[in-house]
């Protein structure tokens, strides 16, 4: 596997069902990231990992939980979903250049959530 | 508040010619990052070009290039000699500081006409 993979591609649950997203970079990155895009809506950063600590979090409900217990691997759990989530999770991953500034982020193929 | 503008929700070009897709955005800052990102039916976003905005010359990738006008805070996107591959959504994106937040427009759909 090369580049940044997500699994599983296409997720259909019910409101009241437990599921997990999981991305893995093989970028050698050390920052991570979680997106939503929905249609027509410019794309939303839900959460930011830097050297597996979150630095980041953009008032993202607590019915989604991150997790990266490494600097390859970035989850994301999922509980009690709304009808309003469905849309496209994006991860994406980027390497930390000199002086803190973050470099290009590389994206995932997403993650196609439906939630009945 | 930054924000990024992407005024232009479609265009259309013939395939081989050239098409402009336009982005505008505002911060205060001075230094960041400017970022065109393409995302086919396919949905895997790929960065197509960026730009550091210290820089005064404009990025150029193969058929892709910028015009970079940091004064007026523009920064489009010049297709040549389109090609039915190009066909994707395209987001213009701003990345200011360490915080690792980069800031979205909407998206350009393009449509190749062959």
């Known amino acids: 596997e090369t580049g940044v993979t997500q699994t599983p591609r296409h997720l259909v649950m019910g409101m009241t069902n437990k599921k997990s997203l999981k991305c893995e970079q093989h970028?050698?990155?050390?920052?991570m990231y979680w997106y939503k895009q929905s249609a027509k809506k410019p794309l939303e950063l839900m959460f930011v990992?830097?050297?597996?600590?979150?630095?980041e979090n953009n008032s993202v409900p607590s019915r989604f939980s991150p997790e990266c217990p490494n600097s390859s691997h970035l989850f994301l759990h999922l509980h009690t979903l709304q009808p309003e989530d469905s849309a496209l999770y994006l991860c994406?991953?980027?390497?930390?250049?000199?002086?803190?500034?973050?470099?290009?982020?590389?994206f995932g193929p997403g993650t196609r959530l439906t939630v009945l | 508040a930054q924000t990024v503008t992407q005024s232009q929700p479609e265009m259309s070009v013939q395939e081989a010619e050239t098409v402009t897709l336009s982005c505008t955005y505002d911060t205060s800052e001075s230094d960041y990052y400017l970022f065109w990102y393409k995302q086919p039916p396919s949905r895997q976003m790929i960065l197509v070009i960026r730009?550091?905005?210290?820089k005064q010359q404009n990025a150029t990738e193969n058929r892709f290039s910028v015009n970079f006008q940091k004064a007026a805070k523009s920064f489009s996107l010049k297709i040549s000699d389109s090609q039915l591959g190009d066909a994707a959504m395209y987001f213009c994106?701003?990345?200011?500081?360490?915080?690792?937040?980069?800031?979205w427009g909407a998206g350009t759909k393009l449509i190749i006409k062959p």
């Open positions: 730009q550091e905005a210290y």
């Open positions: 990992y830097n050297f597996k600590e979150q630095t």
């Open positions: 970028l050698g990155h050390n920052a």
């Open positions: 994406a991953s980027s390497q930390e250049k000199l002086a803190g500034f973050p470099d290009t982020q590389y």
């Open positions: 994106a701003y990345t200011r500081d360490s915080n690792y937040q980069l800031i």
